[in-house]
C-alpha cells in the first residue's frame, strides 16, 4: 500500500477531493461569533491546520478539550480523508456556512518541531 502524500502547501490540495493524505501545519483554535453583529469572538471547539497559503478545518466535530490544549498553535502532522468541497453537491441551492476544506476522520496527529 502507498504511503499517502505528505501536504504542508494548500495548493497542494487541489484534485485530491477523498484521498487519504498526510497535513502539516499549524494547529490553531477556530474563533466565531456567537451571531451576527456580535463583535466578540468565542471558541467553540472546532480547530483548523493553518498550511502555506490557507486553511483546513481539522474534523466535523468539535475537538476534545485535552487535545486542543496540548497542541493550539503548535505545528504538527495529521493523516485523514480531505474532503475539499463538502456541499458541492447542493447545486447553490442552500447557503454555504463553511466552505473550508475539511480533514475528515484525523488520525495520528503529533507534534512535528
Known sequence: MAQPPNISGFSDLAGRDGETVVLEGVYVKRLTQRKMNDP???FFGFVDLTLEGGSVG??????DHAEVEAFAGKRVQVRGIIALDRDRDT???FARPDPTPTLLNPVGLVPID
Open 40 to 42: 466578540s469572538l468565542h
Open 58 to 63: 481539522l474534523s466535523d466535530s468539535r475537538r
Open 91 to 93: 447545486g447553490g441551492e
